[in-house]
């Protein structure tokens, strides 16, 4: 009987032994496994901050060359007018350095009923064109009659990390409408 018990003893220590070195070997792969998955992570974080800046210092290369092209996306009267999306692929603002042309909808009125109409223009020449650097990226700003009687100020805040833009398009005889869009190259 003691001799059974000694073996039994005997077997139970060796599996012991083996399951402690076995965890410790499965252990080290695990390791090894959560070493290399967060050196994979690191690299590709690195990776994506290298184009995040790159796509920045596109969009940021359109701004200074005077040439892109917004997109709307919605459209609002300000200040608490109905945003609307807008689903026409032919409104755009293209700024070219020597010329902009404006296909844009536009809500004219101070007090209903508002009515939509849509500059559509090629204006050879505009007055006051500013771009000042910001934190989000730019603001771009500049100014035209549209061939009326009144002034438009044309407002781009551009965000340089997200691509997107808001316009504001301000007038002394109507309220302000805000779009917001996309900047892209021509």
Same mark, same amino acid.
């Given at each position: 009987?003691?001799?059974?018990?000694?073996?039994?003893?005997?077997?139970?220590?060796?599996?012991?032994?083996?399951?402690?070195?076995?965890?410790?070997?499965?252990?080290?792969?695990?390791?090894?496994?959560?070493?290399?998955?967060?050196? !994979? %992570?690191?690299?590709?974080?690195?990776? =994506?901050?290298?184009?995040?800046?790159? @796509? $920045?210092?596109? #969009?940021? *290369?359109?701004?200074?060359?005077?040439?892109?092209?917004?997109?709307?996306?919605?459209? !609002? %009267?300000?200040?608490?007018?109905?945003? =609307?999306?807008?689903?026409?692929?032919? @409104? $755009?603002?293209? #700024?070219w *350095?020597?010329?902009?042309?404006?296909?844009?909808?536009?809500?004219?009125g101070?007090?209903?009923?508002?009515?939509?109409?849509?500059?559509?223009?090629?204006?050879?020449?505009?007055?006051?064109?500013?771009?000042?650097?910001?934190?989000?990226?730019?603001?771009?700003?500049?100014?035209s009659?549209?061939?009326?009687?009144?002034?438009y100020?044309?407002?781009?805040?551009?965000?340089?990390?997200?691509?997107?833009?808001?316009?504001t398009?301000?007038?002394?005889?109507?309220?302000?409408?805000?779009?917001?869009?996309?900047?892209f190259?021509?």
């Open positions: 009987m003691k001799r059974t018990t000694l073996i039994t003893l005997s077997i139970i220590i060796v599996m012991i032994v083996g399951i402690a070195f076995g965890l410790e070997a499965k252990s080290d792969y695990q390791m090894e496994q959560s070493a290399q998955k967060s050196a !994979q %992570q690191e690299a590709r974080q690195q990776r =994506r901050a290298q184009r995040l800046a790159a @796509y $920045e210092k596109y #969009v940021d *290369s359109l701004v200074l060359s005077h040439n892109y092209r917004f997109v709307p996306q919605t459209i !609002q %009267q300000m200040p608490a007018g109905m945003m =609307r999306n807008i689903v026409n692929p032919e @409104y $755009e603002i293209i #700024v *350095s020597e010329a902009v042309d404006v296909c844009m909808p536009y809500i004219k101070y007090v209903p009923p508002y009515y939509p109409v849509v500059f559509n223009y090629v204006l050879p020449s505009v007055t006051g064109y500013v771009a000042e650097q910001t934190y989000d990226g730019w603001h771009v700003t500049f100014s009659s549209l061939f009326s009687s009144s002034e100020t044309f407002s781009f805040e551009i965000y340089s990390r997200y691509g997107g833009a808001t316009l398009i301000s007038s002394p005889f109507y309220n302000s409408v805000q779009y917001t869009g996309n900047i190259a021509i």
